[in-house]
T-cell receptor, first 113, second 112 residues
Framework: QQQVKQSPQSLIVQKGGISIINCAYE??????FPWYQQFPGKGPALLIA?????SEKKEGRFTISFNKSAKQFSLHIMDSQPGDSATYFC????????????FGKGTKLTVNP | DAGVTQSPTHLIKTRGQHVTLRCSPI?????VSWYQQVLGQGPQFIFQ???????GRGNFPDRFSARQFPNYSSELNVNALLLGDSALYLC???????????FGEGSRLTVL
């Protein structure tokens, strides 16, 4: 199985709130878990990524939490800002040198001022 | 430094026609991948090329083909276009295989 299930499909939060997006995968051979941010009319931009040897990675307001046993990982956006309004995609990649990313279906985040 | 550049940015074709999309990777990047993003969905892997050799192919019909040139730029070709080929075609590059992918802004293809 090479599916990645992402939820929720859409999310509305108030400025200053915490945005949480979740992803679940089935294939234990995945070894790289990036999150991409995409604005309308633009290509996806790498936001933050984690490998399965750590349970959490933080970069500024963005944190990835990784639960290897549950095969789940999530993106937390602290102090959400209107400028964070975008579509967020989780992705996974098989170990072994492949560059094939398997993407979730995306979460449209709206941060209200 | 310039990021991944793609051309054209938008194009309209009719069913049965052929299209060529072009990509220039970030300077120094030797790996190029192509993805198809249908509206409302995540990108789907089409091809990867590294050092001018195909390293991976996604679940797409033979109408889709690609190649990488000595300067590491790449072309994606789609023959016999179908309505369902309408999508944003994304090119991504990386320094070498198994590294972070950097995406271009895509070529928006509309098939009428």
């Amino acid at each position: 199985q090479q599916q990645v299930k992402q939820s929720p499909q859409s999310l509305i939060v108030q400025k200053g709130g915490i945005s949480i997006i979740n992803c679940a995968y089935e294939n234990t051979a995945f070894d790289y878990f990036p999150w991409y941010q995409q604005f309308p009319g633009k290509g996806p931009a790498l936001l933050i990524a984690i490998r399965p040897d750590v349970s959490e990675k933080k970069e500024g307001r963005f944190t990835i939490s990784f639960n290897k046993s549950a095969k789940q990982f999530s993106l937390h956006i602290m102090d959400s800002q209107p400028g964070d309004s975008a579509t967020y995609f989780c992705a996974t990649r098989l170990q072994g040198g492949s560059e094939k990313l398997v993407f979730g279906k995306g979460t449209k985040l709206t941060v209200n001022p | 430094d310039a990021g991944v550049t793609q051309s054209p940015t938008h194009l309209i074709k009719t069913r049965g026609q052929h299209v060529t999309l072009r990509c220039s990777p970030i300077s120094g990047h030797k790996s190029v991948s192509w993805y198809q993003q249908v509206l409302g969905q995540g990108p789907q892997f089409i091809f990867q090329y590294y050092e001018k050799e195909e390293r991976g192919r996604g679940n797409f019909p033979d109408r889709f083909s690609a190649r990488q040139f000595p300067n590491y730029s790449s072309e994606l070709n789609v023959n016999a276009l179908l309505l369902g080929d309408s999508a944003l075609y994304l090119c991504a590059s990386s320094l070498q295989t198994d590294r972070e992918l950097f995406f271009g802004e895509g070529s928006r293809l509309t098939v009428l």
